[in-house]
T-cell receptor, first 108, second 114 residues
Framework: GIQVEQSPPDLILQEGANSTLRCNFS?????LQWFHQNPWGQLINLFY???GTKQNGRLSATTVATERYSLLYISSSQTTDSGVYFC??????????FGQGTRLTINP | NAGVTQTPKFQVLKTGQSMTLQCAQD?????MYWYRQDPGMGLRLIYY???????DKGEVPNGYNVSRLNKREFSLRLESAAPSQTSVYFC?????????????FGSGTQLSVL
């Protein structure tokens, strides 16, 4: 099966900083998605981005499917951005494979 | 709109006990999933149901059974709980077709098996 590798595993920043999270895939994937798990454990879908670039407020994501990677950009970080960010891609008909996550800590 | 609803939120079992985790979605989604999340292991797929009446094994199905009761509901059963099944369980759902492929999660069930 495909392997999903996220980097960095941990990231600590001051409020207001910008960050880039990366997701690499070992093979072609469909349905690339980014999720945020907040400190209370809730998983929120940030982006469905099989290719191209999307923006939602301070967050944007870019997927280059031909080169098997996706990037999540967070600008002007806030403490509420803290948590774990997961990417996932679909292998086969119905199975999404998740990366191990990037733990982001935003200090005030 | 409630989205994906899971019950219970917390559960403590003794080894060998059985229980069923309930999941329901109100988004008219065809596909539903059960994941478990363990520290350092990310999210792993237990079972999924591509449509009403069908279920398939995921990455870690041993010790679990599922039932797709109807289009809305997908339950996960532990017949004889083991300490290795201590985890946080998430139910999720997606529609069909590229626009509807976003995965939506329930709020999770924290299960401890003693």
């Amino acid at each position: 099966g495909i392997q999903v590798e996220q980097s960095p595993p941990d990231l600590i920043l001051q409020e207001g900083a910008n960050s880039t999270l990366r997701c690499n895939f070992s093979d072609s994937v469909n349905n690339l998605q980014w999720f945020h798990q907040n400190p209370w454990g809730q998983l929120i879908n940030l982006f469905y981005i099989p290719s191209g670039t999307k923006q939602n407020g301070r967050l944007s994501a870019t997927t280059v499917a031909t080169e098997r990677y996706s990037l999540l950009y967070i600008s002007s970080s806030q403490t509420t951005d803290s948590g774990v960010y997961f990417c996932a891609g679909r292998e086969g008909a119905q199975k999404l494979v998740f990366g191990q996550g990037t733990r982001l800590t935003i200090n005030p | 709109n409630a989205g994906v609803t899971q019950t219970p939120k917390f559960q403590v079992l003794k080894t060998g006990q059985s229980m069923t985790l309930q999941c329901a979605q109100d988004m008219n989604h065809n596909s539903m999933y059960w994941y478990r999340q363990d520290p350092g292991m990310g999210l792993r797929l237990i079972y999924y149901s591509a449509s009403e009446g069908t279920t398939d094994k995921g990455e870690v199905p041993n010790g679990y059974n599922v039932s797709r009761l109807n289009k809305r509901e997908f339950s996960l059963r532990l017949e004889s709980a083991a300490p290795s099944q201590t985890s946080v369980y998430f139910c999720a759902s997606t529609g069909t077709g590229s626009i509807n492929e976003k995965l939506f999660f329930g709020s999770g069930t924290q299960l401890s098996v003693l």
